[in-house]
């Protein structure tokens, strides 16, 4: 009998299942040994008079305001009652595009592709406004070093605009002002523009460089990457000055300067076999900073919604079901004892009361589902990690495994087979005694082990020990 250590390596489905990698690991998030629970959604708001597209928390001083876009009109979270306020401009706004926000000072600015820039000062608005009479109507936003930088502008789909310097409500050109604006020539409609020190324009076939230079030109734009842009407007994300999008051949970052390919030969075949390309405008893309991890929620062709889940400081993906229709990093104001109780009970509450969500001002995990706000601060997801093909001599027998879960346990079943065409069937689960142990009888060529975590508490799913006998052929 040979015992045979089997630590979780790295999930990835487009390689071929008798490599020494996971063949599934989803409802977790990969760590640096093993993975770690997956937290699910809770609702957090009163429903909305509308279908929810996206939100933002704009925060300034003590001062932490919450905003939820629809169709038509733009919402106000009101901590007292867990409601959505209506803060929209007088007579609404029209057209269907998602709602893009940034903060500039203390203004929130949104941005639709329908509607002029909306501005809102935190602390101090009632209701949104044009943040100027002469303000782009632009479908992307963000800020560039002191500059509010808009991008696909009315018909203008390659336009790039900027306001002057360090005003937010100043957008005419000429004179003493920076204001200014460019068309890319070349790389098809402006998907995507994230800023910083610099700004990165994201097209369909390039991406470009935006860098400031001062007078005359204020701008420099540079060509970093050709035929290869970025094929879904929100598969956009940024955390630091690394950029991360989706194009027609699978996952990339990029930090200004070159593009990595993190999907390649890993998960861009997973999930382009599996997304609903008729849905890919409705992706969505954030940049989680507490758990450094860039997740992904699209739809999927058997009607679902997934997440796929990126540590960029490890390389190392995984899975998740999803609810939402649309993921965000957001924040909360301080929730009153009266907002409390818009919950229901303490056991209904969308999270512990020790948890950041209530704290106020503390960045989550966030998103939308129909018309609510969600944050993905409740139980943890039914989690599933799945090995690769384990071969132990041409004829073999699985008889106990031993799972290897930190503060928690979990139940095993196993799939043996003679060929790798064969069709995989799994044994019942069987569940952890008090001594860790699942017993099996299971006899075949390859050997494939499925582990469930198991605990209210578990932290991380390393591994499993399995017992498995070789045996001789006649």
């Known amino acids: 009998m040979a015992t045979q250590r089997i630590t979780f390596k790295e999930w990835l489905p487009d390689q071929p299942t008798v490599l020494d990698c996971l063949t599934d690991a989803k409802n977790v998030v990969p760590v640096a040994v093993g993975y770690a629970p997956m937290m699910s959604s809770e609702e957090i708001s009163n429903a909305a008079s509308e279908a929810l597209s996206n939100a933002f928390a704009g925060k300034f001083g003590t001062s932490t305001e919450l905003f939820a876009g629809g169709a038509t009109k733009l919402f106000k979270f009101n901590p007292s009652d867990i409601d959505l306020d209506n803060v929209s401009k007088g007579g609404g706004y029209t057209g269907s595009n998602r709602w893009n926000f940034v903060q500039f000072g203390d203004v929130v600015l949104a941005a639709n592709g329908s509607e002029k820039i909306q501005s809102w000062q935190v602390g101090v608005s009632t209701v949104f406004a044009d943040v100027a009479a002469n303000a782009p109507t632009a479908k992307f936003i963000t800020v560039v ?167 960029f400081k490890l390389s190392k993906w995984s899975r998740a079901d999803s609810t939402a229709d649309y993921i965000c990093s957001s924040a909360t104001s301080n929730i009153a004892l009266e907002g409390l109780d818009a919950f229901g009970t303490i056991d209904t509450l969308p999270a512990s009361l020790d948890d950041r969500l209530w704290a106020g001002g503390q960045y989550v995990f966030a998103g939308v589902s129909s018309t609510k706000l969600i944050a993905f601060t409740g139980p943890y997801m039914p989690a599933k990690l799945i090995t690769n093909d384990i071969e132990q001599g041409y004829d073999s027998v699985v008889t106990l495994a031993r799972p290897m879960v930190d503060n928690g346990s979990a139940s095993v079943a196993v799939a043996s087979r003679k060929n790798l065409d064969e069709t995989i069937t799994y044994s019942s689960d069987v569940t952890a005694t008090t001594e860790g142990r699942c017993s099996l009888r299971s006899s075949g060529r390859y050997h494939r082990f499925k582990l469930i975590p198991s605990g209210d508490n578990w932290k991380h799913a390393v591994g499993l020990d399995v017992d498995i006998t070789t045996q001789g052929t006649r």
């Open 145 to 311: 070093r002191d500059f509010v930088v808009s991008a696909n502008i009315g018909s203008d789909y390659n336009k790039v605009q900027w306001s002057d310097i360090n005003a937010e409500g100043s957008w005419t050109a000429g004179g003493a002002s920076q204001a200014d604006f460019q068309l890319i020539a070349d790389g098809g409609n402006i998907l995507g523009i994230t800023g910083g020190e610099f700004g990165l324009v994201l097209l369909e076939k390039s991406v470009v460089r935006m860098s400031y230079s001062g007078s005359p030109l204020f701008f420099q734009f540079d060509t970093i990457s050709r035929n290869v842009g970025c094929n879904a407007e929100g598969s956009v994300a940024q955390y630091g000055n690394l950029t991360f999008f989706l194009s027609d051949d699978g996952f990339y970052q990029c930090d200004g300067t070159a593009l990595t390919a993190i999907g390649d030969e890993k998960v861009d075949n997973y999930f382009y076999t599996n997304v609903d390309i008729s849905k890919l405008s409705k992706m969505s893309c954030v940049a989680d900073p507490i758990s450094k991890l860039v997740i992904w929620n699209y739809f999927k062709v058997d009607g679902t919604t997934e997440m796929l889940i990126y540590n």
